[in-house]
């Protein structure tokens, strides 16, 4: 199975389709993967209750390979910033950690998400998080107690703290990214936007890590770029052998 990592930079409008389009159709990958917010910017909010979708636009939509997308989505009242894994239904993760301080303002703005799971699709047992879920401890416990075959991470991580001639963010992001994929034995897709916003520039480095670990394939930083990666089944089950409860 191929996957690809669509590192686009969005516009600040609900007018993104057009460009999601234009990476589906370049690539012959059987999922494609946009970054959080994707369809929407990141720095959305007054413009939140105007711009934000319902589900049902998605489930009009028709491609012919799986795709993953960022969205705020109305639901119930409440607006929620959710990834979407869209095939021949839709599945949403609303996010649950909000980030509330510093030049983040989420809480603000979206409700947040009730938890995690895991859903099937043709990579096996699926799970997907937005950007700060990662950085909890729930996180790592979740895919360390349900192993699934694939994790799929979808961010707007703006750049900070450069310190010689490396970011701190991507040092961080790096580590946990590779820790949920060790304690899992999964396969981890981060794909990260780029692009400038209200001050705030996304430094991009989307990645795939590999059951052990190891990075496979990565993007340039602050560029747009389409990459792929064969994923190989078989590592996948090897890892979790390995990681059996005697």
């Not at 729930?138 to 450069?162: W, Y």
């Not at 992001?173 to 396969?187: N, P, Q, R, T």
């Amino acid at each position: 199975m191929k996957i690809a990592l669509a590192q686009i930079r969005p516009k600040l409008s609900p007018d993104n389709l057009e460009k999601h389009l234009e990476y589906i159709g370049t690539s012959d990958a059987d999922l494609v993967i946009f970054p959080e917010l994707s369809m929407n910017g990141y720095k959305i909010k007054d413009a939140l209750l105007e711009d934000a979708f319902e589900i049902e636009f998605f489930k009009k939509l028709k491609f012919n390979k799986d795709v993953v997308l960022g969205a705020a989505i109305k639901n119930g009242g409440k607006i929620y910033n959710s990834a979407l894994y869209i095939n021949n239904d839709v599945f949403v993760h609303n996010k649950v950690h909000l980030p509330t301080y510093g030049v983040f303002e989420e809480g603000r703005f979206f409700f947040a998400g009730e938890g995690f799971c895991t859903f099937e699709t043709k990579f096996g047992k699926t799970c997907m998080f937005v950007c700060e879920d990662v950085f909890s401890g729930d996180a790592l416990n979740f895919v360390s107690q349900t192993k699934p075959d694939l994790i799929i991470v979808i961010a707007a991580s703006p750049a900070r703290e450069f310190g010689e001639g490396k970011l701190l963010i991507e040092e961080q992001w790096d580590s946990l990214l590779k820790s949920m994929a060790i304690l899992s034995g999964a396969y981890v897709l981060f794909c990260n936007r780029v692009g400038f916003e209200d001050g705030l520039g996304f430094w991009g480095g989307s990645r795939v890590i590999n059951p052990k670990g190891e990075t496979e394939v990565k993007a340039e930083y602050f560029e747009e770029e389409l990459i792929e990666c064969e994923l190989n089944h078989n590592l996948t089950i090897t890892q979790k052998y390995f990681l059996r409860k005697s």
